[in-house]
């Protein structure tokens, strides 16, 4: 057991449990006073949970879990596939299995296999003799997924797919006529998606962000509260349990999309560039796993994951604070839900593993 | 990996670094904007949403008769409600609640949905003001449905129901438009007089509300209290009305629909005023129900809504004759022994007017012909006078104008004259000297409130005080619960001729002595002991070929009562107006209404008396209620 827990990374894991314990305390905050009011404990569990598979993942090779990536791939998108029949519908998304009780989102964990399997393909050969066909047959890897998961519907939890992508520049290096293509392709790509693919109330969420006062009552009212939080929290918040926003629930979904919210408005300035300056150093050291990995599978991992994280923690921190659009994006730590902690932890203990074979070699 | 191929990963992975942190210090600018460069508006956003300032409503003064029997009372009322946390939202939920509270499923699975849409701060009302069996049935449901809660709010008691309906009014939530065109007298939903002394008397009734700074959460309820200003109770005051009294012409009048009302000459308070049918004030303070819209709102048969003694214009008919008399004393075309010949009709610019004694009266003085009632006797009166003197005449005495009596919308009496007709028919403005002979019997166009009459009346009493009625008696000490008593409103002096009196007393005592009214045995025996003065009236609502066609009508059709006078008729004390609707004669119909009132003031009221009211409450008619006021 000493073993196992010598593989850990201390520097990962202080800053890890750190933004736990921020977390933690959020989610205490936030469901006091509601029917909620033991989420933090729950959220708890999930986390010493999630520990204990990141245990289990640091120790074990990384090679042997790439080696399972193809079959976990496929059976992800089986897995994609059957919720969309057998799944449960929750405010008109079908993105649930309900199993024992316990909802668990099939997505949540594809995102990372997907990155897995992605990262093991590409990685398998040296950079300079991947061709163009094996590069265009790993963004179809990526995008089948995406499309699945747009079907439930899920929009946020698609985009967060993107990032995989990244590691075509980290490969091929920053070409000008890529960023041509990509600014094209999110062109064309956001009016066909506006014309065609969007449902009425992502429309709607577009909207409001464009003009987030137009609609006060309704979708608008959730951001607007959210930066009255927000902003009312001034230098050094209004105090652990005392934000009025929270306390008086004007702020709405408080301990899952608008958590950050809690700890900005009770915590101020100060603890949000404690929270951000925590993220950046667990950024900063996947991407040192990414730099010291042996293969080039583990690197893409790495940096896969560091993409990742940063879409989940710029989105959410920014959608909160209105600076981005209302996208449903949890974020990592401070969110309560099962599903995402546990891939989240599960991503983690690989890039420990990853990291632990790069020391002992 | 290929050690060559280490040093570019490393220098992209650098480049990644580098965008991570730039993100990262992309969230932090944002989060310095909100917080530290916006902070001041941000924080006044959270503090204008959590910190309320809500009025604390003033408990309204209660209103007693001029005994100090409570009229109006204030009481706690319970409610069924759930709070807003715990609405049911599952429909088999409401649908068991809805059979247990025997209500329509579909309509409160609708209130509840609008309650959730629009309901704000106070709770879903399932059902006010609980009665016994209410309370009871509530207790029986919340022991199923553990959600459902009972709130205590205070409310107007009307304790003596129908008695006194029209006068007292009810209160409601005040009107939108008033509100939005007064904004800083009231605010919404704030409780105010409707009708009746509630709404006159609003001012003195309503006190001054407090306010409190409360913390509220988002859904509007109260988490905390920052300080308030107490409410400051309004003035309990008390009426002239007497409360026996008013139970006398109520019960005199009975299923009958018409008017009762009874001044106080010492100063013109009024001691009773009844409105036939009546209503109950108590079940205007709920949502009103459809049945309720039936039977008061739109009922235009018997018109409940309509407070007689000041809305309700009546020909005066007979009652009318004193001051055609009156005004032709004064105007010098007849002398009190002039005699004038009645052969049971006469015939005036080529038409016949009839007397109601077919056979006729034979020659008669001015005092018999009061007491006879002899139309002929008026007719001549009238054909010696221009319709124009006889207005003056009602000028100069009141009786054109508003009484002035201290309840909202109070009609004008019509007095016809040559300036009024050329305005009322401006297609026919002529006046026909044939309509003045009409009008000397009270009929034609001319129409009195009971009050306007009454108040008439009671001039003839004291040899030409003009009162001006009114019904706000003192207010209350709240220390020792005794009237402090305030100035009556001020009356007009316009002395009658003693000469001219002597007559026109004389003739309404020979009317209960010898004349119209003496018909009647009740009204004899009532005069016998306690002599009063009146005249009988009766005023027709449509013409017939005879009496026997008369007597086939439909009673809507049937002629009104009426009987105006004074008691006792040595040193009157109160003079009083009676109007009986359709029924007839006024000396069989209106006068023993009139000898009833008579019986109480002077006889029963002072040998079997009201209990006093002892302690803090005594209401004289209904059985003792079951919860005292605080």
């Given at each position: 057991?000493?073993?196992?827990?010598?593989?850990?990374?201390?520097?990962?894991?202080?800053?890890?449990?750190?933004?736990?314990?921020?977390?933690?305390?959020?989610?205490?905050?936030?469901?006091?006073?509601?029917?909620q009011?033991?989420?933090w404990?729950?959220?708890?569990?999930?986390?010493?949970?999630?520990?204990?598979?990141?245990?289990?993942?640091?120790?074990?090779?990384?090679?042997?879990?790439?080696?399972?990536?193809?079959?976990?791939?496929?059976?992800?998108?089986?897995?994609?596939?059957?919720?969309?029949?057998?799944?449960?519908?929750?405010?008109?998304?079908?993105?649930?299995?309900?199993?024992?009780?316990?909802?668990?989102?099939?997505?949540?964990?594809?995102?990372?296999?997907?990155?897995?399997?992605?990262?093991?393909?590409?990685?398998?050969k040296?950079?300079?003799?991947?061709?163009?066909?094996?590069?265009?047959?790993?963004?179809?890897?990526?995008?089948?997924?995406?499309?699945?998961?747009?079907?439930?519907?899920?929009?946020?939890?698609?985009?967060?797919?993107?990032?995989?992508?990244?590691?075509?520049?980290?490969?091929?290096?920053?070409?000008?006529?890529?960023?041509?293509?990509?600014?094209?392709?999110?062109?064309?790509?956001?009016?066909?998606?506006?014309?065609?693919?969007?449902?009425?109330?992502?429309?709607?969420?577009?909207?409001?962000?464009?003009d987030?006062?137009?609609?006060l009552?309704?979708?608008?009212?959730?951001?607007?509260?959210?930066?009255?939080?927000?902003?009312?929290?001034?230098?050094?918040?209004?105090?652990?349990?005392?934000?009025?926003?929270?306390?008086?629930?004007?702020?709405?979904?408080?301990?899952?999309?608008?958590?950050?919210?809690?700890?900005?408005?009770?915590r101020?300035?100060?603890?949000?560039?404690?929270?951000?300056?925590?993220?950046?150093?667990?950024?900063?050291?996947?991407?040192?796993?990414?730099?010291?990995?042996?293969?080039?599978?583990?690197?893409?991992?790495?940096?896969?994951?560091?993409?990742?994280?940063?879409?989940?923690?710029?989105?959410?921190?920014?959608?909160?604070?209105?600076?981005?659009p209302?996208?449903?994006?949890?974020?990592?730590?401070?969110s309560?839900?099962?599903?995402?902690?546990?891939?989240?932890?599960?991503?983690?203990?690989?890039?420990?593993?990853?990291?632990?074979?790069?020391r002992?070699? | 990996?290929?050690?060559?191929?280490?040093?570019?990963?490393?220098?992209?992975?650098?480049?990644?670094?580098?965008?991570?942190?730039?993100l990262?210090a992309?969230?932090?600018?944002?989060?310095?904007?909100?917080?530290?460069?916006?902070?001041?508006?941000?924080?006044?956003?959270?503090?204008?949403?959590?910190?309320?300032?809500?009025?604390?409503?003033?408990?309204?003064?209660?209103?007693?008769?001029?005994?100090?029997?409570?009229?109006?009372?204030?009481?706690?009322?319970?409610?069924?409600?759930?709070?807003?946390?715990?609405?049911?939202?599952?429909?088999?939920?409401?649908?068991?609640l809805?059979?247990?509270?025997?209500?329509?499923?579909?309509?409160?699975?609708?209130?509840?949905?609008?309650?959730?849409?629009?309901?704000?701060?106070?709770?879903?009302?399932?059902?006010?003001?609980?009665?016994?069996?209410?309370?009871?049935?509530?207790?029986?449901?919340?022991?199923?449905?553990?959600?459902l809660?009972?709130?205590?709010?205070p409310?107007r008691v009307?304790?003596?129901?129908?008695?006194?309906?029209?006068?007292?009014?009810?209160v409601?939530?005040?009107?939108?438009p008033?509100?939005?065109?007064?904004?800083?007298?009231?605010?919404?939903?704030?409780?105010?007089?409707?009708?009746?002394?509630?709404?006159?008397?609003?001012?003195?009734?309503?006190?001054?509300?407090?306010?409190?700074?409360?913390?509220?959460?988002?859904?509007?309820?109260?988490?905390?209290?920052?300080?308030?200003?107490?409410?400051?109770?309004?003035h309990?005051?008390?009426?002239?009305?007497?409360?026996?009294?008013q139970?006398?012409?109520?019960?005199?009048?009975?299923?009958?629909?018409?008017?009762?009302?009874?001044?106080?000459?010492?100063?013109?308070?009024?001691?009773?005023?009844?409105s036939?049918?009546?209503?109950?004030?108590n079940?205007?303070?709920?949502?009103l129900?459809?049945?309720?819209?039936?039977?008061?709102?739109?009922?235009?048969?018997?018109?409940?809504?309509?407070?007689?003694?000041?809305q309700?214009?009546?020909?005066?008919?007979?009652?009318?004759?004193?001051l055609v008399?009156?005004?032709?004393?004064?105007?010098?075309?007849?002398?009190?022994?002039?005699?004038?010949?009645c052969a049971?009709?006469?015939?005036f610019?080529?038409?016949?007017?009839?007397?109601?004694?077919?056979?006729?009266?034979?020659?008669?003085?001015?005092?018999?012909?009061i007491?006879?009632?002899?139309?002929?006797?008026?007719?001549?009166?009238?054909?010696?006078?221009?319709?124009?003197?006889?207005?003056?005449?009602?000028?100069?005495?009141?009786?054109?104008?508003?009484?002035?009596?201290?309840?909202?919308?109070?009609?004008?009496?019509r007095?016809?004259?040559?300036?009024?007709?050329?305005?009322?028919?401006?297609?026919?403005?002529?006046?026909y000297?044939?309509?003045?002979?009409?009008?000397?019997?009270?009929?034609?166009?001319?129409?009195?409130?009971?009050?306007?009459?009454?108040?008439?009346?009671?001039?003839?009493?004291?040899?030409?005080?003009?009162?001006?009625?009114?019904?706000?008696?003192?207010?209350r000490?709240?220390?020792?619960?005794?009237?402090?008593?305030?100035?009556?409103?001020?009356?007009?002096?316009?002395?009658?001729?003693?000469?001219?009196?002597?007559?026109?007393?004389?003739?309404?005592?020979?009317?209960?002595?010898?004349?119209?009214?003496?018909?009647?045995?009740?009204?004899?025996?009532?005069?016998?002991?306690?002599?009063?003065?009146?005249?009988?009236?009766?005023?027709?609502?449509?013409?017939?070929?005879?009496?026997?066609h008369?007597?086939?009508?439909?009673?809507?059709?049937?002629?009104?009562?009426?009987?105006?006078?004074?008691?006792?008729?040595?040193?009157?004390?109160?003079?009083?107006?009676?109007?009986?609707?359709?029924?007839?004669?006024?000396?069989?119909?209106?006068?023993?209404v009139?000898?009833?009132?008579?019986?109480?003031?002077?006889?029963?009221?002072l040998?079997?008396?009201?209990?006093?009211?002892?302690?803090?409450?005594?209401?004289?008619?209904?059985?003792?209620?079951?919860?005292?006021?605080?």
């Open positions: 057991m000493r073993e196992r827990f010598r593989a850990l990374d201390s520097r990962l894991l202080w800053v890890m449990l750190a933004l736990i314990a921020l977390g933690t305390l959020t989610l205490y905050s936030a469901g006091r006073n509601t029917p009011a033991g989420i404990l729950k959220q708890s569990l999930w986390n010493l949970l999630g520990m204990l598979l990141m245990l289990l993942l640091a120790t074990t090779d990384p090679r042997r879990l790439f080696r399972y990536s193809f079959p976990s791939y496929l059976l992800g998108l089986v897995a994609l596939a059957a919720v969309l029949v057998i799944g449960k519908k929750i405010g008109g998304a079908t993105r649930w299995f309900v199993i024992a009780g316990q909802t668990f989102q099939p997505s949540e964990l594809m995102k990372w296999v997907t990155l897995l399997y992605v990262s093991h393909r590409l990685g398998s040296s950079p300079e003799t991947v061709g163009k066909l094996e590069l265009f047959g790993a963004v179809g890897l990526v995008v089948f997924p995406m499309l699945l998961i747009q079907r439930q519907p899920d929009l946020g939890m698609a985009l967060s797919f993107l990032p995989i992508l990244l590691l075509i520049p980290l490969m091929k290096g920053f070409r000008a006529r890529w960023v041509v293509a990509l600014l094209l392709l999110l062109g064309v790509g956001g009016f066909g998606a506006w014309k065609v693919a969007l449902k009425p109330y992502q429309k709607q969420r577009v909207l409001n962000f464009l987030p006062s137009a609609d009552q309704g979708k608008g009212y959730q951001v607007n509260q959210s930066r009255i939080a927000i902003g009312s929290g001034g230098l050094i918040g209004k105090g652990f349990t005392s934000g009025s926003q929270t306390q008086l629930n004007f702020l709405p979904v408080k301990t899952t999309d608008f958590a950050f919210s809690v700890w900005a408005e009770e101020g300035f100060l603890g949000v560039v404690l929270a951000l300056g925590l993220f950046g150093l667990l950024l900063s050291r996947i991407l040192d796993a990414a730099r010291e990995a042996h293969t080039h599978a583990e690197a893409y991992f790495c940096a896969g994951a560091a993409g990742i994280f940063s879409l989940h923690l710029l989105v959410n921190v920014g959608m909160v604070a209105g600076a981005l209302n996208k449903g994006m949890v974020l990592p730590f401070f309560a839900g099962g599903s995402s902690t546990l891939s989240f932890f599960l991503a983690l203990g690989l890039i420990m593993g990853i990291l632990h074979r790069s002992v070699k | 990996m290929d050690p060559r191929q280490r040093p570019l990963l490393r220098r992209r992975l650098g480049v990644f670094k580098v965008m991570t942190w730039g990262v992309f969230l932090v600018v944002i989060y310095a904007w909100l917080q530290l460069v916006r902070y001041w508006e941000f924080k006044q956003l959270a503090m204008q949403q959590a910190v309320k300032i809500r009025p604390i409503p003033a408990p309204r003064g209660l209103v007693l008769d001029r005994n100090g029997h409570r009229l109006v009372d204030n009481r706690r009322a319970l409610h069924l409600v759930i709070q807003r946390e715990d609405l049911p939202t599952r429909p088999e939920v409401v649908a068991s809805a059979a247990a509270l025997q209500v329509d499923p579909e309509a409160l699975s609708r209130k509840i949905q609008s309650y959730r849409l629009a309901g704000k701060g106070r709770p879903l009302v399932l059902k006010e003001n609980l009665d016994e069996a209410g309370i009871a049935l509530a207790e029986r449901v919340r022991a199923r449905f553990s959600f809660g009972v709130e205590v709010a409310r009307y304790l003596g129901d129908e008695l006194a309906g029209h006068v007292l009014g009810y409601g939530e005040v009107d939108e008033l509100m939005k065109a007064k904004p800083d007298l009231y605010r919404l939903g704030e409780t105010i007089g409707k009708e009746g002394f509630e709404a006159s008397g609003n001012d003195k009734l309503k006190g001054v509300d407090g306010q409190k700074r409360i913390l509220v959460d988002q859904l509007g309820t109260e988490v905390a209290n920052f300080g308030q200003a107490d409410a400051t109770a309004g309990s005051l008390f009426l002239t009305l007497d409360a026996g009294l139970k006398v012409a109520m019960d005199a009048l009975g299923e009958e629909a018409g008017a009762v009302v009874v001044l106080d000459l010492r100063d013109g308070g009024v001691l009773a005023m009844y036939s049918p009546s209503y109950d004030p079940l205007f303070l709920n949502r129900s459809q049945d309720m819209v039936d039977r008061y709102l739109a009922n235009n048969l018997t018109r409940p809504m309509v407070n007689r003694p000041i309700g214009i009546y020909a005066p008919g007979s009652t009318f004759k004193l008399a009156l005004a032709a004393l004064e105007k010098r075309v007849v002398t009190p022994q002039t005699v004038i010949y049971g009709k006469k015939n610019y080529g038409r016949d007017f009839r007397c109601d004694k077919p056979t006729g009266h034979g020659g008669l003085s001015m005092v018999q012909a007491a006879q009632s002899c139309d002929v006797y008026f007719y001549e009166l009238a054909s010696r006078m221009d319709i124009d003197d006889i207005y003056a005449t009602a000028e100069k005495y009141g009786l054109t104008e508003r009484t002035g009596l201290d309840l909202p919308q109070e009609k004008r009496t007095i016809p004259s040559r300036a009024w007709k050329r305005k009322a028919a401006p297609k026919d403005p002529k006046w000297a044939g309509e003045t002979i009409s009008v000397g019997i009270g009929q034609g166009a001319v129409g009195v409130t009971p009050m306007g009459l009454a108040r008439f009346y009671a001039l003839l009493a004291t040899r030409g005080k003009l009162l001006t009625p009114h019904l706000f008696y003192g207010f000490d709240d220390q020792t619960n005794a009237l402090e008593p305030a100035s009556p409103p001020a009356f007009k002096d316009t002395p009658l001729d003693p000469k001219h009196w002597a007559v026109l007393d004389e003739g309404l005592r020979e009317v209960v002595l010898s004349g119209t009214a003496s018909a009647n045995p009740f009204v004899r025996e009532i005069a016998k002991e306690i002599p009063f003065s009146g005249k009988t009236g009766t005023a027709q609502v449509a013409t017939f070929v005879d009496r026997a008369y007597a086939r009508q439909a009673k809507n059709l049937k002629d009104h009562a009426l009987f105006a006078g004074y008691a006792p008729s040595e040193h009157p004390q109160i003079a009083f107006a009676v109007v009986v609707e359709n029924a007839g004669f006024g000396s069989t119909s209106a006068a023993p009139a000898a009833k009132v008579v019986k109480y003031w002077f006889v029963d009221r040998t079997n008396p009201l209990p006093p009211p002892r302690g803090k409450l005594v209401d004289p008619f209904a059985p003792l209620p079951t919860e005292e006021s605080p």
